[in-house]
């Protein structure tokens, strides 16, 4: 049984066809990381995985449950899935450590005293353990996006979901948040990686998706698909990234 | 003319009274109407449209009628088609609930449409009910965003009571009539009036910046 599976999925908005029929199948323990020009539907294909949209047609299931059953179904699928954003989107009106924190008690049902045992682990490990109690318009954007995989991680996903994470960060403030994400790629962590930073991609990724126009182009090994790249397109793709 | 300090003293104790009851019709309006709004505006954000158009026609139509018509139209009309009895301060504080109601609706609905989108997604990324996330992720925000309008809102509703003197409710401004019916000291108790309100409102008005101020986000 595979961690994802896209059968057939489609996905429109009105006419606008975002998504072609992908068959897809990611299994546990891969980095499967997805590029494409913008607008090739790689942030739609994310945020289908853990229903932020939902399929227009087909199906796509994870950890075998379908993105199309039940309401119980769905935020099943979201505990497994974590997700984090460009934007980091964390909660303003509370503290690195509450952020973090918030998952456990209320997606997981933990008391106070655990769920702070488990956003101590986990801000130790992203690096943050000094700022616990800095409020997210007091960290920079780097240190803002290392409390969201954090907060992510917390609610325990078996694969975690990232959306252009480094976009929205300076050059200088990317690497730290790609540490940590290479660190969790090594520890095993089932990873979903939407970006542009293509060295990520040949150095932690272990699958490289190339979509265009909503289609599924190339899917291969990285250093294969960046050392030479099987199309024109993706050729021209290449040179505009770098 | 001579300022009379004395037609104040001997005026102070009923006016007071009269405080009570305007305190009272406006405590018991907001929060009757703080309750109805946010109801109103959950509905008008969240519903389907068997929720949200009467909403809808609620809002509209308390937006499109003067206070004073409606407290008529609770007071004389309402118990004839119903055939009830209203007593004028029931009528008052019913009147202040469904138009403060129709007012908060729309400040609480506008807080609402102003939480980023991106932390309802990740409050639901994270597995929550979407009343979950309303209640533990949105709730906050919004609140602190509707703070300084609602801050009006209160301050409208204090001043709102004065208009039940139509209907023979003994508020503040009611009592200050009939003791100048009699005395017909009217800048003395008109001056007192104005002072008993001022004082009143300038107290909420600071405690509400405190509570602002105490809410703001860092």
């Known amino acids: 049984m595979s961690m994802i599976e896209f059968r057939e999925a489609t996905k429109r908005f009105g006419s606008h066809v975002v998504l072609r029929p992908l068959n897809l199948r990611i299994e546990t323990g891969e980095v499967a990381v997805i590029i494409g020009p913008s607008g090739s539907g790689k942030s ?43 934007q980091f989107n964390l909660f303003p009106n509370l503290t690195a ?45 780097g240190q803002q996006q290392r409390v969201a995989i954090a907060r992510a991680l917390a609610v325990e996903p078996k694969v975690m979901l990232f959306d252009e994470p480094t976009s929205a960060l300076d050059p200088e403030l990317r690497q730290e948040v790609l540490k940590v994400m290479q660190t969790l790629a ?36 990285p250093a294969e698909l960046l050392t030479a790249p099987p199309s024109e397109r993706f050729r021209e793709f290449l040179q505009h990234v770098d | 003319m001579s300022f009379d300090w004395s037609a104040i003293t001997a005026a102070l104790p009923e006016l007071l009274q009269g405080l009570d009851v305007t305190i009272l019709i406006a405590t018991a ?21 068997l929720v949200v158009a009467p909403a809808q026609a609620y809002v509209a139509l308390i937006r499109g009628t003067p206070i004073v018509v409606q407290v008529m139209f609770i007071y004389f009309a309402l118990p004839i088609m119903l055939g009830i009895r209203l007593s004028a301060t029931s009528a008052a504080i019913i009147t202040l609930i469904v138009n403060s109601g129709a007012y908060t609706a729309e400040i609480v609905r506008g807080a609402l449409d102003g939480v980023p989108v991106g932390l309802k997604e990740a409050g639901l990324a994270m597995g ?58 009217a800048v003395e108790i008109w001056t007192a009036v104005a002072l008993i309100y001022l004082v009143v409102i300038s107290l909420l008005a600071y405690s509400l910046r405190v509570v602002e101020r105490k809410a703001r986000l860092p």
């Open chain 2, 128 to 185: 929550l009910s979407f009343r979950r996330v309303l209640a533990y992720v949105i709730a906050p925000i919004a609140f602190r965003r509707a703070l300084p309008a609602m801050g009006n809102q209160v301050v409208a509703v204090v001043k709102d009571t004065s208009i039940f003197l139509v209907i023979g409710v003994g508020e503040l401004t009611r009592r200050g009539q009939e003791i100048m019916s009699e005395n017909f000291r």
């Open chain 1, 44 to 86: 739609t294909m994310l945020r289908c995985i853990n229903v932020l949209e939902t399929i227009s047609g087909g199906d796509l299931r994870v950890d075998d449950i379908s993105v199309l059953g039940p309401s119980r179904d769905v935020r099943r699928i979201r505990l497994e899935a974590g997700m984090v954003f460009q």
């Open chain 1, 186 to 221: 090594t520890e095993g962590m089932t990873m979903v990686v939407v970006t542009h930073e293509m060295n990520f991609a040949r150095r932690v990724g272990s699958r490289l998706l190339f979509l265009d126009g909503g289609r599924l182009a190339h899917d291969g090994n």
């Open chain 2, 29 to 49: 309006g907001l929060i009757g109407g703080t309750v109805l709004g946010v109801l109103t505006a959950v509905g008008l954000n969240y519903g389907n449209w």
């Open chain 1, 97 to 141: 450590m509450q952020n973090v924190m918030f998952g456990p008690i209320q997606a997981r049902g933990r008391t106070k005293a655990e769920a702070r045992e488990i956003a101590a682990a986990l801000l130790q490990k992203v690096g943050l353990a000094e700022r616990m109690n800095h409020y997210p318009s007091q960290l920079s954007g």
